[in-house]
């Protein structure tokens, strides 16, 4: 009976969570039209306290969605324009010596917020990019030997331009390994550019966008996700198809564990959304590309044919074995 009660309240705490989720999303595609399942990627990567590297041309409505998110949960929004000259300090904060007191005082430089904007990332030196390293990782900057907490929840909307390489630091194999997903939102049809034109005929949608939840009910609403069931069966096909990765011919380097691990918690998220309390394939399969492309390397040879990582992933979700059977409890 007990044990009956607990799943019980464990169903009624996911169902929380899928409601805050479908607010925040229905919030964002207020200003963002016609991108649910894009909307719907970030907002699991919130929910997954990850962070999303947006790789697409300008004037899609990257700011846009960074700052239509940050205005949902009622956070801070930060804006850090990556350039080759700028400095880690200009990211992270530095001291400067009060004349008044007599003492050094930090001045929070623009990483420290809820929602972090770091525009064209791929423009700055490696030893700026890795500034972010720590922040995204541990949540935390190291300034002149201080360890200091960042804001949470804390969110990193990592852009770069995929067609312009001139003057560029491309990310690393370990720096893109440390972002969730990564995500493109693309052009809006004919349709939705006409449906934006009416949006913003007198003004602009985000400036009358309202917070739908608050950031103590948004972090309650990241630990509930952890008790989304996930049967060893699709465990199982989660390890199988990041293995497959790392064999597949056409691969220079496979998904890593971490990939594994961020797949586990998106298809989490995914089965919380969808209003489930367990993780089936289908979530799998829905999240395998934005969570494993930009950690599988395709070898020079591949990429000459025009192999991308999506084709990879893609023929492997067609070729490994769905599992049967039980999902659920």
Same mark, same amino acid.
């Given at each position: $009976?007990? @044990?009956?009660? +607990? ?7 996911? &169902? ?69 000259? $700028? ?10 010596? +009060? ?36 922040? $995204? ?40 390994? &440390? ?16 449906? $934006? ?10 400036? @009358? ?22 049967? +060893? ?12 990765? &790392? ?62 990582? &999506? ?19």
């Amino acid at each position: $009976m007990a @044990s009956f009660a +607990n799943a019980h309240e464990h169903t009624l705490q996911l &169902r929380h969570v899928r409601q805050l989720g479908l607010r925040l999303i229905d919030n964002v595609q207020r200003v963002i039209l016609g991108k649910h399942d894009v909307v719907e990627l970030t907002v699991i990567g919130l929910l997954c306290q990850g962070h999303l590297l947006i790789e697409d041309v300008p004037g899609v409505g990257k700011t846009t969605l960074a700052k239509s998110l940050a205005r949902s949960i009622g956070g801070a929004f930060s804006r850090i324009q990556f350039t080759p000259d $700028m400095l880690p300090s200009d990211v992270t904060g530095t001291s400067i010596y +009060n004349q008044k007191t007599g003492e050094f005082e930090f001045r929070p430089g623009p990483i420290v917020a809820q929602v972090v904007l770091a525009d064209e990332i791929n423009r700055a030196t490696p030893r700026t990019q890795s500034a972010l390293l720590e922040a $995204m990782e541990e949540a935390q900057i190291t300034v002149e030997g201080v360890t200091r907490p960042l804001p949470l929840p804390f969110l990193v909307l990592a852009t770069q331009n995929p067609i312009e390489y001139e003057g560029t630091f491309p990310l690393p194999e370990a720096q893109l390994d &440390r972002f969730l997903m990564r995500v493109a939102l693309g052009y809006p049809s004919l349709e939705e550019q006409m449906s $934006m034109f009416d949006a913003q005929q007198y003004a602009h949608p985000l400036e @009358s966008l309202l917070p739908v939840t608050t950031l103590e009910e948004l972090r309650q609403a990241q630990a509930l996700l952890r008790m989304v069931y996930v049967d +060893n069966l699709v465990k199982r096909y989660i390890a199988q198809l990041v293995e497959e990765t &790392r064999r597949h011919p056409d691969v220079y380097l496979g998904a890593s564990p971490r990939g594994a691990l961020m797949l586990y918690r998106t298809a989490q998220a995914r089965a919380a959304l969808n209003g489930r309390d367990y993780v089936i394939p289908d979530d799998v399969k829905a999240l395998a590309v934005p969570t494993l492309g930009h950690r599988v390397i395709i070898s020079p040879a591949a990429r000459i044919k025009g192999v991308t990582s &999506r084709d990879v992933i893609e023929h492997l979700l067609d070729t490994i074995p769905v599992p049967g059977g039980k999902v659920g409890r």
